[in-house]
Every structure is written in structure tokens, then in C-alpha cells.
């Protein structure tokens, strides 16, 4: 059972429904086991790359280490709480540490579940399951994935008009304002003109095609939901709620808004 061959919509069901479990508790067991989960589940059923998976994870590495070190300095201090360490207004208590872990591995949980899906995951294949399961209006759908086309065509026509202002000799770096702000100009309107051409363009060509919106349509691609899916979704399922019960075993286990 290969992620790539699962039906999209059912997948980002599963990772929405994980996330809203996963939402409900607060201690630093629970996320942690189901990060561990999630990243086996990535790399051994989605076949992606470790080294490409750490690239992207990087980031909201990061940002959960910060956020752990700011809340972990920055508690308020209250009674029964066991001071760990202190110097000046920086204070560490184990409260404060629990809570602070608690809340960088929640961040993680999340991360790691929204990547299993876009890294097995193709757009065009996610819209389309959604018009064809969930019923997503056809002119809405065809408005998303033209966008999404259009983003490479505009990074691509931004080098261009860059290439050719370099050719006339026009300054790229100024460390005048006014000069940044004309500079963006030059940069806008093109991009803004070409943007609307090709709108009109698409628009003509899907006219042309037949093109409604209507709901009652065909597709060349039929996506369908099968045994697989929900095997997957009881996987997934499965394995947040074995890490919720381990967490209770421990006697970890709590509530968000009982700890907030």
C-alpha cells in the first residue's frame, strides 16, 4: 500500500482527523509517539526521500525550538512549582519545561502529518478527488489549479523582465527607498498585464471547450475511493490513539484546555 496510489481526499481526511484528535490532548508523550509513527509511515509507505523529508522538516524544526525556549524562559512561575534553574529574570521551572516540550512536539505532530500529504500527494489529483468525492464546484476547482499553473509561468516571466532590464542597464540594487519602490514598479505592472492576458486567454480556451461549470460533468481521470483508503484511515487512526493510550498508561496524559 503505496500513499501515491491512495485516493487524496481520504487521505487529507485522515490527516485532518489525526490533527483534530491529536488537538484534543496536551502532555509530551502522545505527540512524540505519533511523530515517531508518522515519519516511519512516510518514509517506509510514501517512499520519499529521508534526506528531502529533513530538508523541508527543517523549518518548522526550528521554529518548535524556538518556541520551546521562549515559553520554557519566559513562564510564570506559580506555587508548588519546583524551581529547575534561575539567572536573573530567566527562570526554568518543571512546569514551565513540560509545558514548553508539550507544546514543540504538538507544533511537530502537526508538521509531520501535513508533509506525509504533500509529499504523496500531486495537486491536480487532490482537486480533481475533490470534485469528484466531495463534490467541490467545478468552476471553483478549475479556478484553483489554473492558479496553480499560472505560478511557474510568472516566476519564469519575472526573470525575464529582470534579464532584460540588466540588458538596458537598468540599477537592480539601490539603497534608496523611492528607487526600491519605481524598481517594483517595473516589476509589477508586466507581470500584472501578462497575468490578465493569460486569464483571458484560459478563459476563451475553456469557453471554447465547453466549459460551464456545472457539476454534471465527465472526467478523463476517475479517482475512487476503495479498500485501501480505509485502511489507511484506520491505520493512521489507530496509531494516534495507541499513542494516546500509551500516554495514559504513563500517566502523562491530559487535556488541552485542562493545562492552558
Request: hydrophobic share 50%.
Amino acid at each position: 500500500m503505496l500513499l501515491h496510489n491512495l485516493n487524496p481526499a481520504i487521505k487529507a481526511l485522515t490527516v485532518i482527523v489525526c490533527i483534530l484528535i491529536l488537538s484534543i490532548f496536551f502532555d509530551p508523550v502522545t505527540p512524540l509517539i505519533s511523530i515517531t509513527f508518522t515519519i516511519l509511515v512516510t518514509l517506509l509507505l510514501g517512499k520519499v526521500s529521508w534526506k528531502r523529508w529533513l530538508l523541508l522538516f527543517s523549518p518548522f524544526l526550528f521554529f518548535a525550538i524556538v518556541y520551546i525556549w521562549s515559553s520554557m524562559w519566559f513562564a510564570e512561575v506559580e506555587a508548588g512549582d519546583t524551581i529547575l534553574w534561575q539567572w536573573g529574570f530567566l527562570t526554568m521551572t518543571d512546569s514551565g519545561l513540560e509545558t514548553a516540550i508539550s507544546l514543540g512536539l504538538r507544533v511537530l505532530s502537526f508538521s509531520v502529518l501535513s508533509l506525509l500529504f504533500v509529499l504523496t500527494t500531486k495537486p491536480v489529483d487532490f482537486i480533481l478527488s475533490l470534485m469528484q468525492q466531495c463534490k467541490l464546484p467545478p468552476k471553483l476547482a478549475y479556478g484553483i489549479m489554473a492558479g496553480y499553473r499560472f505560478l511557474p509561468l510568472i516566476r519564469e516571466e519575472f526573470s525575464i523582465i529582470r534579464s532584460a532590464h540588466r540588458i538596458r542597464g537598468v540599477k537592480q540594487k539601490t539603497a534608496s527607498l523611492p528607487e526600491r519602490i519605481r524598481n517594483l514598479k517595473r516589476y509589477i505592472i508586466p507581470l500584472l498585464a501578462g497575468a490578465i492576458r493569460k486569464a483571458e486567454r484560459t478563459a476563451l480556451a475553456m469557453e471554447s471547450k465547453g466549459f460551464t461549470g456545472e457539476g454534471d460533468r465527465t472526467f478523463y481521470r476517475r479517482f475512487h475511493v476503495s479498500g485501501k483508503d480505509w485502511l489507511f484511515l484506520f491505520l493512521m487512526v489507530s496509531g494516534i490513539l495507541m499513542s494516546v493510550f500509551v500516554s495514559w498508561s504513563l500517566g502523562t496524559l491530559g487535556l488541552y484546555q485542562k493545562e492552558l
